[in-house]
C-alpha cells in the first residue's frame, strides 16, 4: 500500500462509522486502548476506524475492536492527511485523542465534521463536543482514565472501568523449575537522559540476577528505536552472554512478537513498557523524571520502581541537577523486583 492509499479494508458493512485519531507516540496510544474498547462495547453495531501514523498500523490492526486502519506517513501536512481519509469513505463521527490543534484540522479536512476532543489549544470551534478536562484525583489522574473520560463525555458507557482495564494472561509465564528466562530490557528512552536509569547499573542488575540465580540462565535482549542502538551496545558490552542487541532492529509488529516471548521486561517509562503491559507481559517499571500515577503501565503484575526526591517529578528530559531521582535507585532494588516475580512462578 503506498503512504496515501487503503492500508486494508473495513471488516463490517455498517452504515455508522466512527473515526478514532491515535496518539503519535506508542506509550500514548497504549494507554488509549480501554478508551478505544469502550467505545466498541458502547456502539457495537458501529464501525470503529482508528486513522494513526504508520508506525503504528500493526498495534491498531491486531486489536479486534478496530474494524479498519488508516495509516498516514510522518512527514504529511493536515490537509494531506484529510485526503488520505477521504479516501476511506464518509465518516459520522470523530474522536481526537491528542490535544493537538492540527489532529482536529486532519479530521475536518477528512470531512469528519462531529468531532469530540478535549478543548485544548484554540481549537474550541473545529469541534462539535467540545470536552472540559476532568478535575484530577488520586483514582483517575492516570492517563488511561483521562482517554476515558473523554469518550465518557461523548456518550460512551465506561462504569465497567475492571473490564475496561483489563489486560490479556501472560503470554509467556513463568513455570515452577525454569531453566532459562528470557528477560527483555529497555534501557533507552528517546523521551530524554531524565528517563534512563544507568547503563552500568542495568548491567549491574542483570548480572547479580544472575549471580543469585545460578541455576536459570538468563537470556537477555535488549530492545530500542534505531537512535537507542548504541545505548544497546553499551549494555552488551557490559554483561555477559547470551544477550543479544535488538534495538533497532524491530519494528512494532515484530516487537510485538518477540515481547510476546520474554517472561518479562525491565524497561524504563517508555512507549515499551506500555505495549508489553497491553501484552500481558509483566514489567519491571523504572521511573525518574516522570509521575507513576500518569503513565504507569496497567496491571497488578507490574513492579513499579521510583525514588521520589523533592523535585520528583521534573518532567524534565535532561536532568540540571545530579539525577538524583535514578542515581538513589539501588540496583538491589530492582533485582529485588525481579525475583518477585520469578517467585511468583507456579
Not at 492509499?5 to 463490517?12: A, E, Q, V, Y
Not at 512507549?271 to 507513576?292: D, K
Not at 521534573?314 to 540540571?320: I, N, W
Request: aromatic fraction near 6%.
Amino acid at each position: 500500500m503506498t503512504a496515501e492509499g487503503p492500508d486494508s479494508s473495513p471488516r463490517g458493512g455498517n452504515s455508522y462509522r466512527f473515526l478514532v485519531r491515535s496518539p503519535n507516540p506508542l506509550g500514548d496510544a497504549c494507554m488509549a486502548l480501554p478508551a478505544v474498547r469502550a467505545l466498541k462495547r458502547s456502539r457495537p453495531a458501529a464501525q470503529i476506524a482508528v486513522v494513526c501514523r504508520r508506525n503504528l498500523t500493526p498495534m491498531w490492526a491486531a486489536r479486534e475492536e478496530i474494524d479498519e486502519v488508516i495509516p498516514f506517513s510522518k512527514g504529511l501536512n493536515p490537509l494531506q492527511v484529510g485526503r488520505v481519509i477521504r479516501k476511506h469513505g464518509r465518516f459520522d463521527e470523530g474522536v481526537l485523542l491528542p490535544n493537538s490543534f492540527r489532529s482536529a484540522l486532519e479530521l475536518r479536512f477528512g470531512g469528519v465534521h462531529r468531532l469530540s476532543g478535549y478543548d485544548r489549544h484554540g481549537r474550541r470551534f473545529l469541534l462539535k463536543n467540545a470536552v472540559a478536562e476532568p478535575e484530577p484525583n488520586a483514582e483517575t489522574q492516570h492517563h488511561v482514565h483521562r482517554y476515558l473520560h473523554l469518550v465518557g463525555e461523548s456518550g460512551v458507557d465506561i462504569s465497567d472501568i475492571d473490564a475496561l482495564l483489563a489486560i490479556p494472561e501472560t503470554p509467556n509465564p513463568i513455570q515452577g523449575g525454569e531453566k532459562e528466562i528470557h528477560l527483555g530490557v529497555c534501557p533507552g528512552a528517546e523521551y530524554g537522559n531524565a528517563k534512563r536509569y544507568p547503563i552500568k547499573r542495568y548491567a549491574e542488575v542483570i548480572e547479580t540476577l544472575r549471580g543469585k540465580r545460578p541455576d536459570i540462565t538468563f537470556r537477555v535482549s535488549i530492545y530500542g528505536s534505531p537512535a537507542e542502538r548504541g545505548i544497546g551496545d553499551e549494555l552488551v558490552a557490559e554483561i555477559s552472554e547470551p544477550c543479544e542487541n535488538r534495538a533497532g532492529k524491530t519494528s512494532i509488529e515484530d516487537l510485538v512478537e518477540e515481547l510476546q516471548t520474554c517472561h518479562f521486561l525491565a524497561t524504563n517509562d517508555t512507549g515499551t513498557m506500555h505495549l508489553a503491559a497491553a501484552l500481558g507481559v509483566p514489567t519491571v517499571a523504572i521511573f525518574g523524571s516522570t509521575e507513576p500515577a500518569f503513565t504507569s503501565p496497567i496491571g497488578n503484575v507490574h513492579r513499579v520502581i521510583r525514588h521520589q526526591v523533592d523535585c520528583s517529578p521534573c518532567f524534565l528530559r535532561e536532568c540540571p541537577v545530579d539525577y538524583r531521582c535514578m542515581l538513589r535507585i539501588d540496583p538491589e532494588v530492582v533485582v529485588k523486583e525481579m525475583e518477585a516475580l520469578l517467585d511468583v512462578a507456579v
